[in-house]
């Protein structure tokens, strides 16, 4: 008789349940099958399993019911989770619920034979712990590839901690929206999150603008003033493009995140603070370490749980999900559908997006706006992305199609001419100078 823990492998594709199971046996295991959530469950009612290892998706039933019938039954249970369509939701139950692992398919028999017999030394241990399950709250972190679902598990171990988080990607690839899920599934939920774009902020107002300033620290403080860290009391507060800063206020935040406590600028005496502080930027650190522009010891301090989030060309599976996401988004917004064919999501999917999921997000809310039609072809697609590139100069004038776009922009947006400058693709100033000829 074998000395291995037996398993039960719950998956509805017969394929991969022979393939993966037979692989198992092969290395000593005892396993059981089930190819519905019913069969599972009434194996689980007959035994208790030291291992299950089941996917989500199953029937009218999902691998969440396994997970926490598995764990009331036998708290030392470890339960794998497999899937070829992870959410952050579904990582996020399955992390709550005491889910030892969470795999995205595809992945090979080494990889789930390597979460089984690191199973086999935690019950060893006894290590486990059953957890209550919590009600998880829809996100917009959308995206079904196994880089995501690295991203969603990193996310949902490191939420309830208070450890500073480094989050890395290029602009666009929603960096703030991640720090936004860091804070939304913490213990500090309840309390404020401020982010602040560093990149934003001038090198000798920053300091003032985090940390405070009493009376007379500068010319015109006529009185004290509260900065974002005071403001973010029992909270977080986001540090978007920190390799923006200059050495003087990095100094200042390692003292922060050191001794817990600031002192505003003109200030002899310091203040605690119960603050979370999680950062992001598109640089490299560690070469801006070698050029001697970002303090070792703060990257050091900042970095202690790092998550790096794909750039869009990385994940192109996601991009079918994340078009009709953002489409949904925009038909409740906007009172217009938007079908494209499967000629212009290839278009979709092969594009490079430089500005990742939020060129994405901007290109498909004006053609939402500017496209006729219900159905929009790959002509349409490749003409509303070659829109988006980038122009030598600014157009000086104004021909009648692109008074209408305007027009259209800017009813659409209530006015709001930041947001139509963005759909536009053109600046601020530019729309304002255009609308000003255009006598609206």
């Known amino acids: 008789m074998s000395e291995k823990p037996a398993i039960l492998f719950v998956e509805d594709d017969p394929a991969v349940l022979m393939t993966f199971s037979t692989g198992l046996e092969a290395e000593g295991y005892a396993v059981d099958t089930a190819s519905t959530t019913e069969a599972a469950l009434e194996r689980l009612a007959q035994r208790d399993y030291p291992i299950v290892i089941t996917d989500i998706y199953i029937d009218e039933r999902s691998g969440l019911d396994v997970l926490r019938t598995a764990r009331d039954s036998n708290p030392q249970c470890a339960v794998i989770v497999i899937t070829g369509q992870g959410t952050m939701e579904t990582v996020m139950q399955a992390t709550e619920r005491g889910a030892f692992e969470y795999i995205a398919k595809p992945f090979d028999l080494s990889r789930l034979l390597e979460a089984v017999r690191r199973v086999e030394s935690r019950l060893a241990e006894k290590t486990f712990k059953k957890e209550e399950p919590i009600e998880i709250p829809p996100t917009e972190m959308v995206g079904f590839s196994a880089e995501m679902v690295e991203v969603y598990k990193t996310i949902s171990l490191a939420a309830p901690t208070d450890a500073p988080v480094l989050i890395l990607g290029e602009s666009g690839s929603g960096k703030e929206l991640v720090a936004s899920l860091l804070h939304r599934h913490s213990t500090r939920a309840h309390g404020p999150f401020i982010a602040v774009d560093c990149g934003s902020v001038a090198p000798g107002v920053i300091e003032s603008e985090l940390f405070g300033a009493v009376r007379g620290a500068y010319t015109g403080a006529d009185r004290d003033r509260a900065g974002l860290f005071e403001a973010a009391e029992g909270g977080t507060v986001f540090l978007d493009e920190i390799g923006e800063t200059d050495a003087a206020f990095q100094l200042k935040l390692l003292r922060f995140l050191q001794e817990r406590e600031i002192r505003p600028l003109g200030s002899s005496r310091s203040k605690k603070l119960d603050v979370r502080v999680v950062a992001a930027t598109h640089r490299n650190l560690p070469a801006m370490i070698e050029e001697g522009e970002f303090r070792q010891d703060l990257w050091f301090r900042l970095n202690v749980v790092e998550i790096r989030l794909p750039a869009l060309r990385e994940r192109r599976s996601d991009v079918p999900p994340l078009v009709q996401h953002f489409l949904d988004r925009f038909a409740a917004q906007y009172g217009r559908s938007l079908r494209p064919t499967p000629a212009a999501m290839r278009t979709l999917e092969e594009h490079p997006w430089p500005g990742n999921v939020r060129q994405l997000q901007h290109v498909l809310e004006r053609m939402v706006i500017l496209h ?34 305007i027009r259209k922009v800017l009813a659409a947006t209530s006015g709001n001419k930041t947001r139509a400058a963005k759909i536009l693709n053109i600046e601020r100033k530019t729309l304002y100078r255009k609308i000003e000829k255009m006598s609206l």
């Open 372 to 405: 006729p039609g219900d159905v929009v072809e790959a002509e349409a697609v490749a003409e509303a992305l070659r829109s988006f590139e980038p122009r030598e100069k600014p157009v000086e004038s104004l021909a009648d199609a692109e008074e209408e776009q």
